[in-house]
């Protein structure tokens, strides 16, 4: 089976410090992507990747950025941690259209609170 | 823009009952609705999808119904059971490519032993 993995389960920041969340998979997909969960607004997408080096903003990228240096770890980044970033955030990994496997696999999530 | 409305909101059945969850979307140019069930403490896991050239599709006690027309599509579990206790997101593809999902706001299922 797929895994993907995040690296912290639950986070604790404070406002205004940099923070990096870590994803690795293990299938040696090409798609990877970051979306947050909020109760009441499903799965919102931040930013997602195709491949090392490549990235696309997704519907809410204003305040993060991202980072894929190697083709199994994606990394989302918050520059400047702000309270409304308070959120599940969760990691998938996708195999490329075409190869008879549409849907995502996701980690476990990390849940970060910004005091 | 682009919307998934899901409906109900939580939903509680006894053990044995059939649960159903709706969506409807806005995209006409749609052709991928999965869905997924998060667990408690879990990521959400895709349970079963439909392509829009298919109007059902079933995988043992799960089945997704379809109606481009109406652009609405449903999941129905029948003989409900405690593990199916869940969060259910319906999602729609945006465009041509798989990558642009759209996530409706979930459901609650409760089913009572």
């Known amino acids: 089976d797929v895994k993907v993995t995040q690296s912290s389960r639950y986070l604790v920041k404070r406002t205004g410090e940099k923070v990096f969340l870590e994803c690795v998979q293990d299938?040696?997909?090409?798609?990877m992507f970051w979306y947050r969960q909020d109760p009441g607004l499903g799965l919102r997408l931040i930013y997602f990747?195709?491949?090392?080096?490549?990235?696309e903003k997704g519907d809410i990228p204003e305040g993060y950025s991202v980072s894929r240096e190697k083709k199994e770890r994606f990394s989302l980044i918050l520059e400047s941690a702000s309270t409304n970033q308070t959120s599940m955030y969760l990691c998938a990994s996708r195999s490329p259209a075409g190869q008879g496997h549409y849907g995502y696999t996701f980690g476990s999530g990390t849940r970060l609170t910004v005091v | 823009g682009e919307n998934v409305e899901q409906h109900p909101s939580t939903l509680s059945v006894q053990e044995g009952d059939s649960a159903v969850i709706k969506c409807t979307y806005s995209?006409?140019?749609?052709?991928?609705f999965p869905w997924y069930k998060q667990e408690l403490g879990k990521g959400p896991q895709l349970i079963i999808d439909?392509?829009?050239?298919?109007g059902e599709k079933k995988d043992q006690r799960i089945a997704v119904t379809l109606n481009k027309t109406a652009k609405h599509f449903s999941l129905h579990i029948t003989e409900t059971q405690p593990e199916d206790s869940a969060v259910y997101f319906c999602?729609?593809?945006?465009?041509?490519?798989?990558?642009?999902?759209?996530f409706g706001p979930g459901t609650s299922l409760s089913v009572i032993p």
């Open positions: 999602a729609a593809r945006r465009g041509t490519s798989y990558d642009k999902v759209i």
């Open positions: 439909i392509r829009s050239n298919v």
């Open positions: 995209d006409s140019a749609s052709n991928y």
């Open positions: 299938m040696d997909h090409e798609n």
């Open positions: 990747s195709y491949d090392v080096k490549m990235k």
